[in-house]
C-alpha cells in the first residue's frame, strides 16, 4: 500500500507537519493480506483423509512503518522532545480508534481499520529524527464505511432485494430503524436463509430500534421484549450469491446501516 498520510481519531499526521516514510533500504517485500485463517481438522479413515472440523481467525492484523517531518515544508528533521511528546499522546492509547490511510490511488478512501500503536524512536548521530509505529488492530480485516440503505413499503408483504458487499462469507446484522405505517403483526423474512423475524402488537408511528442483540422501541406500552421471536434481522453472503431476497409483512420504513468487512492488507 503506497500511503503517504492517515487520519487517526480525527486527526491527520499531516495536522503535525508528518508523512508517512521509510529510512529503511528500499526493494520488493513480502506484506501479510491478513485475515489468516486457523484450520481445525480430525483424522478419518486411518489418516486418508482429514475432515475439517472448524474454521477461525486466531490473529489480527498487524504492521510496522516509520514516520518523519515532512521534509517538503523545509524543516529541520530533526524532532523536538515536546512534538514527539504530542505524537506518542495521539497514536500510544489503551483503546482502539478508527484509522484511515490516504494513498495516492485512493483505493483505501472508502476502507478504515480500528488500532493503537505500539511507538519506538528512530535516531541518528544522537538526535530524533523519527519513529517506527508497530499498528495493531482488533480485527483480522479492515472495514468499509458504513453504508446506508433506505427502504419504504406502502402494502403488505412487499418484497426486497439487498446485497450484502462483505468479503466474507457468513452475515452481519445490521442496526435498523423502523417506524411502523399499520397496526398489526411485523415479520421481516430473508427467504436467502429461511430466517423470519417476527415482532407482534406493532403500532402505527412506532419506532423500533435493533442493533444486535439489544431490541428497543419508541411506546413504553409495548412490551417488546415479550412479543420479539429473538431472529435478529442479518444480512448473509456466500462466495457465489450475496443477494438477499427478503419479504416484509407490514407497511414500514426501514433504515440499515452496516460496515461491510474488507479483506485487504494494510
Not at 490511488?105 to 511507538?119: H, K
Given at each position: 500500500?503506497?500511503?503517504?498520510?492517515?487520519?487517526?481519531?480525527?486527526?491527520?499526521?499531516?495536522?503535525?507537519?508528518?508523512?508517512?516514510?521509510?529510512?529503511?533500504?528500499?526493494?520488493?517485500?513480502?506484506?501479510?493480506?491478513?485475515?489468516?485463517?486457523?484450520?481445525?481438522?480430525?483424522?478419518?479413515?486411518?489418516?486418508?483423509?482429514?475432515e475439517?472440523t472448524?474454521?477461525?481467525?486466531?490473529?489480527?492484523?498487524?504492521?510496522?512503518?516509520?514516520?518523519?517531518?515532512?521534509?517538503?515544508?523545509?524543516?529541520?528533521?530533526?524532532?523536538?522532545?515536546?512534538?514527539?511528546?504530542?505524537?506518542?499522546?495521539?497514536?500510544?492509547?489503551?483503546?482502539?480508534?478508527?484509522?484511515?490511510?490516504?494513498?495516492y490511488?485512493?483505493?483505501?478512501?472508502?476502507?478504515?481499520?480500528?488500532?493503537?500503536?505500539?511507538?519506538s524512536?528512530?535516531?541518528?548521530?544522537?538526535?530524533?529524527?523519527?519513529?517506527?509505529?508497530?499498528?495493531?488492530?482488533?480485527?483480522?480485516?479492515?472495514?468499509?464505511?458504513?453504508?446506508?440503505?433506505?427502504?419504504?413499503?406502502?402494502?403488505?408483504?412487499?418484497?426486497?432485494?439487498?446485497?450484502?458487499?462483505?468479503?466474507?462469507?457468513?452475515?452481519?446484522?445490521?442496526?435498523?430503524?423502523?417506524?411502523?405505517?399499520?397496526?398489526?403483526?411485523?415479520?421481516?423474512?430473508?427467504?436467502?436463509?429461511?430466517?423470519?423475524?417476527?415482532?407482534?402488537?406493532?403500532?402505527?408511528?412506532?419506532?423500533?430500534?435493533?442493533?444486535?442483540?439489544?431490541?428497543?422501541?419508541?411506546?413504553?406500552?409495548?412490551?417488546?421484549?415479550?412479543?420479539?421471536?429473538?431472529n435478529?434481522?442479518?444480512?448473509?453472503?456466500?462466495?457465489?450469491?450475496?443477494?438477499?431476497?427478503?419479504?416484509?409483512?407490514?407497511?414500514?420504513?426501514?433504515?440499515?446501516?452496516?460496515?461491510p468487512?474488507?479483506?485487504?492488507?494494510?
Open positions: 500500500m503506497n500511503v503517504y498520510d492517515f487520519e487517526y481519531d480525527n486527526l491527520r499526521l499531516s495536522d503535525f507537519g508528518y508523512i508517512i516514510c521509510s529510512f529503511g533500504s528500499k526493494g520488493l517485500q513480502t506484506v501479510s493480506s491478513g485475515s489468516n485463517l486457523t484450520f481445525n481438522t480430525v483424522s478419518v479413515r486411518n489418516g486418508e483423509k482429514h475439517l472448524s474454521a477461525e481467525y486466531n490473529e489480527c492484523l498487524e504492521t510496522t512503518f516509520q514516520i518523519c517531518k515532512n521534509t517538503c515544508e523545509n524543516r529541520d528533521l530533526e524532532m523536538s522532545f515536546d512534538e514527539c511528546r504530542d505524537l506518542i499522546s495521539w497514536l500510544n492509547r489503551k483503546g482502539f480508534h478508527k484509522i484511515q490511510f490516504l494513498d490511488n485512493d483505493e483505501y478512501s472508502d476502507v478504515y481499520f480500528e488500532a493503537s500503536f505500539n511507538i524512536r528512530i535516531e541518528s548521530d544522537g538526535k530524533l529524527c523519527g519513529l517506527e509505529l508497530n499498528m495493531i488492530t482488533n480485527r483480522p480485516f479492515a472495514l468499509h464505511n458504513p453504508i446506508s440503505i433506505m427502504l419504504e413499503t406502502s402494502e403488505a408483504n412487499q418484497e426486497r432485494k439487498i446485497i450484502n458487499l462483505s468479503d466474507e462469507e457468513g452475515f452481519v446484522y445490521p442496526h435498523m430503524e423502523i417506524t411502523v405505517k399499520e397496526n398489526g403483526d411485523l415479520s421481516i423474512y430473508n427467504q436467502s436463509e429461511d430466517r423470519n423475524m417476527y415482532i407482534a402488537n406493532c403500532e402505527v408511528g412506532e419506532r423500533i430500534t435493533l442493533d444486535y442483540p439489544i431490541i428497543q422501541t419508541s411506546l413504553s406500552s409495548h412490551k417488546i421484549q415479550n412479543d420479539f421471536n429473538w435478529f434481522f442479518r444480512l448473509v453472503s456466500t462466495f457465489n450469491y450475496s443477494i438477499n431476497q427478503i419479504s416484509i409483512s407490514l407497511p414500514c420504513e426501514i433504515k440499515m446501516v452496516y460496515s468487512i474488507v479483506k485487504v492488507s494494510i
